[in-house]
């Protein structure tokens, strides 16, 4: 079994920065082997959206083209953990970021279905 955990969210003004983290423990490299990991976010009453992905193996990253010179996602391999940087926030980016994981080859990456473990979420909220 896998636990993912995201930390670093928080209520930012518009135009500010945070750094989302998401570290993953447990059966990582053995038996649950995690080789996709994603970020994706959640408005109430709406469905999850993918906003980026990362295959761990050859660190091929993918972004949602909406977000482009905004976010970008990266990862410390060393400690099974995955970052999201998001500058200029505006906002539409409130939401519950959700961290996941896959231990199966990820062909969509925007799709929630692709995608094993989930973490419990940090919300993010940009105000003025």
């Known amino acids: 079994q896998v636990h993912l955990a995201e930390s670093g969210g928080g209520s930012v003004q518009p135009g500010g920065s945070l750094r989302l983290s998401c570290v993953a423990s447990?059966?990582?490299?053995?038996?649950?082997?995690?080789?996709?990991m994603g970020w994706f976010r959640q408005v109430s009453g709406k469905e999850r959206e993918g906003i980026a992905a990362i295959d761990i193996g050859r660190d091929y990253k993918y972004l949602a083209s909406s977000l482009k010179g905004r976010f970008a996602i990266s990862q410390d391999n060393s400690q099974n953990r995955v970052y999201l940087q998001m500058n200029n926030l505006e906002v539409d980016d409130t939401a519950t970021y959700y961290c996941?994981?896959?231990?199966?080859?990820?062909?969509?990456?925007?799709?929630?279905?692709?995608?094993?473990?989930w973490g419990q979420g940090t919300q993010v909220t940009v105000t003025s």
């Open positions: 447990g059966s990582v490299r053995s038996g649950s082997q995690i080789i996709w």
């Open positions: 996941a994981a896959a231990k199966r080859w990820v062909y969509e990456w925007w799709s929630s279905h692709e995608f094993d473990y």
